[in-house]
């Protein structure tokens, strides 16, 4: 079923940089964005094993939901192109011409887009809802918002064991929450993770975080907790700081990052690095998703 360019294990980079150093920390980039163009980093680790499991089933169409900067929505319209699959993106909100990058990504890779308003939105999990969309597509398999569920959360506990090199902590952007939830289960007892919130007011992910591990693994592990201070006024919002620290970032490492994401969560690492939050000698990972 794997795609033949996969890059998999993803590259894993230490990365030289003096705000780090002088703390005393060691930190490594586990570049799953380097995985595949369109099916990258926690996408692609979400998706794998649901796509096997739509085959295994019989279904020839997948069905998800998602935000208007959702990386999920378009990733699962590459994952319908490359694998054989019909696709349907439920996005929250009205239709917003012209579409922004994501969405038209989405569209040009085949998937049919369905709007739903806010509210009814929030109610996009119970059986009313679901069954209009049964009525108006036919018979589909569904992937969460996010893509977080339990076969998503298999795929992300095997990106610990991908790592070579000892390591202590390991970071990543928390959206859903699915990405931090399988990355922790997958952990050795000594370690632990972090996850940075890109959305405002994201006390509420814990309770996900613990419900989605006891939902797929039985257990919630306790290795993990989230940072929600680095949201930069909301899901898909930014600030002049963020855009400075995504430029410098670039100048120093020659990497451009995803600022909906990745560029709050390393912005967050490297605040914490400064506050003295880690000891010196601590081997930090941060996953690059996108």
Known sequence: MPLPDLRLPSPLVELTDERAQRRG????????DL??????????RKLQHNITAAKEQGFTQLLTFGG??????????????HFGFATVGVIRGEEHLPLNDNLALAVSRGMTLSYLDRQTYRSKTEPKVLQRLHEEFGDFYYLPEGGSN???LKGCAELPTEITVPFDVICCAVGTGGTLAGIAHGLRKEQCAI???????????????????????????????IETEFHFGGFAKRKPELDDFIA???ARHGIQLDWVY??????????????????????????ISG
């Open 195 to 225: 996850g940075f919130a890109a959305l405002k007011g994201g006390d509420f992910l814990n309770a996900e975080v613990d419900q989605l591990q006891r939902d797929a693994f039985g257990a919630a592990s306790g290795n993990w907790h």
């Open 35 to 44: 995985i595949h163009p369109e099916l990258r980093g926690n996408k692609w």
């Open 25 to 32: 920390v060691a930190v490594y980039l586990k570049r799953d």
């Open 248 to 250: 410098d970032f670039q």
């Open 262 to 287: 990745v560029a709050k969560m390393l912005y967050g690492v490297f605040a914490l690095i400064d506050r003295g939050r880690f000891e010196p000698g601590t081997r930090l990972i941060a996953v």
């Open 150 to 152: 339990a076969l998503a």
């Open 68 to 81: 208007a900067y959702s990386n999920h929505v378009p990733a699962t319209a590459s994952a319908g192109r």
